[in-house]
């Protein structure tokens, strides 16, 4: 199985502050990779598909970059409403995995 | 309009089996494989498995071989997902997702969720 490892399992930030979350998968992916949002009590949500494209309606500010094995989700200018638990996950190959998640909290 | 509707929140006893179902509605159900994912209290997700309405393909996680059953009836747009042998391993939310994208492995569409708690 191809494992995904996200470098911080929390991270605390400032609103305004540009966060990095990053992720690398065990063995080269290409970019079959997708990042998602989660908070309490909901489905995962969608965020960035093929490690860079942007999901519609997904704010301009989250970016994707990455292509093999390393990855990273960037919030420009942290807002409230990122508040959360971010996963990363790998469709390379079956089966398709996550990451363990990296939760964001506001300091 | 995409929707997923899971069934309810189910609670079972170790050694007992579940069922759960995902009726699917807003899209042609045989377009597009329909993947179902465990997330265990705490925990992040993890993908259990998938089924190709069109041809009936399915494909399993390791870890869930011979104690998951995944189907899907066309008639009526729904997908099921049985685990039997319950442990309380398999208290979680269990989800089941789709892509636009046919058989690309990223999920823009999840159903709300269904919580299975083992309790004896």
């Known amino acids: 199985d191809i494992q995904m490892t996200q470098s911080a399992s929390s991270l605390s930030a400032s609103v305004g502050d540009r966060v990095t979350i990053t992720c690398q998968a065990s063995?080269?992916?290409?970019?079959?990779f997708n990042w998602y949002q989660q908070k309490p009590g909901k489905a995962p949500k969608l965020l960035i598909r093929?490690?860079?494209n942007l999901e519609a309606g997904v704010p301009s500010r989250f970016t994707g970059s990455g292509f093999g094995t390393d990855f990273t989700l960037t919030i420009s200018s942290l807002q409230p409403e990122d508040i959360a638990t971010y996963y990363c996950?790998?469709?390379?190959?079956?089966?398709?995995?996550f990451g363990q998640g990296t939760k964001l909290e506001i300091k | 309009e995409v929707q997923l509707v899971q069934s309810g929140p189910e609670v079972k006893k170790p050694g007992a089996p579940v069922k759960i179902s995902c009726k699917v509605s807003g899209y042609t159900f045989t377009d597009s494989q329909l993947h179902w994912v465990q997330q265990a209290p705490g925990e992040g997700p993890e993908w259990m498995g998938l089924i190709d309405p069109e041809d009936g393909q399915i494909v399993y996680a390791e870890k869930f071989l011979g104690r998951v059953t995944i189907t899907a009836d066309t008639t009526t747009d729904t997908a099921y997902m049985e685990v039997i042998r319950l442990t309380f391993d398999d208290t979680a939310v269990y989800y089941c997702?789709?892509?636009?994208?046919?058989?690309?492995?990223?999920?823009?569409?999840w159903g709300q969720g269904t919580l299975v708690t083992v309790s004896s």
């Open positions: 093929d490690a860079s």
């Open positions: 997702a789709t892509s636009s994208g046919g058989s690309r492995g990223f999920f823009d569409y």
């Open positions: 996950q790998q469709y390379g190959d079956v089966p398709f995995t």
């Open positions: 063995r080269d992916i290409g970019d079959y």
